[in-house]
């Protein structure tokens, strides 16, 4: 399969308005997801890219059509297929006697693979599975990551970063409380990584803060690490670069403190101390001084003059 044409120009309204949204930006667009099936998936693996997509919604894209992929052999099909549809993250299921319900994740730079880790789901509950109210679609989930893999393990490192990318949602400026409905849990250990998903419940209570309480809505995915295609130290660099135009500026003469406290330098002139404006006091005035000390100097003189006589 040949990569579609690149098109630099367009002559319609409609026609440019998508050549923008596909165009480099400093602020690059929600990284969109695609999931493809491969020869064979068993129910379990077509529920699990269901759920993905419904969690990813509506930044994904799901191909239902079966595609004889191999990654980790070719991952040519795939980087056109993600260059046509402009997404940066992919999903694909394939079920095999060698590798059963296996799950493909991975993330693309500049329309060439950058990360791909190969993962078994040995266990999975889809959404359908738990009967009780859902979050609201395109909800940005709070992503909590547990166990000590994922800071001391550099694979589990990375997988971390992926799941970050894929499940992030929009960038936020601020965060409202009452807006936190949905959490995305892993949990690694030496055996599995565990997925689950909770929708946040806020009840009253005695003090100010409310009463937090998560309940399970699906799905829940247990799955283990098989192989793995990671970017090289430079190439990963390369990805994490921020363009100079989005790095705060330094600000000259003002620097944090330990507390987090803003400190600011002030640059001053010499002064002359002579001329500096001080409080007046009336004992200190110029004039009562130079008529004490003359009236002491008189009385002087007339005790001089009385001894001489």
Known sequence: ????????????????KHLESRAP??????????????????NVLQECLKDLTSLKRPHAVFLNRKRHLLPFENITPVEQLAAKLDASLFAIGSHSKKRPQNLVLGRMFDHHLLDMMELGVTNAKSLHDFKNAKVAASSKPCLLFTGELFASDSTYTRLKSLLIDLFQGEHATAVRRSGLEHALAFTATKESVHMRSYRIVTQKSAGSAPRVEL???????????????LASDDLFRRALKRPKQLKAKKVKNVSAGKLGDQLGRIHMEKQDLKKVNTRKVKGLKKGKD?????????????????ASS
């Open 25 to 42: 930006k400093l602020i690059e667009n929600e990284k969109k997801l695609m999931i493809l099936k491969g020869h064979k998936t068993n």
């Open 290 to 306: 130079v008529a004490l000390n003359a009236a002491k100097k008189k009385a002087a003189q007339s005790m001089e003059v009385d």
């Open 1 to 16: 399969m040949g990569v579609a044409p690149r098109i630099d120009k367009s002559k319609t309204r409609k026609g440019k």
């Open 215 to 229: 309940e399970e809505i699906g799905p829940a995915i247990d799955f283990t690490v098989r192989r793995t295609h």
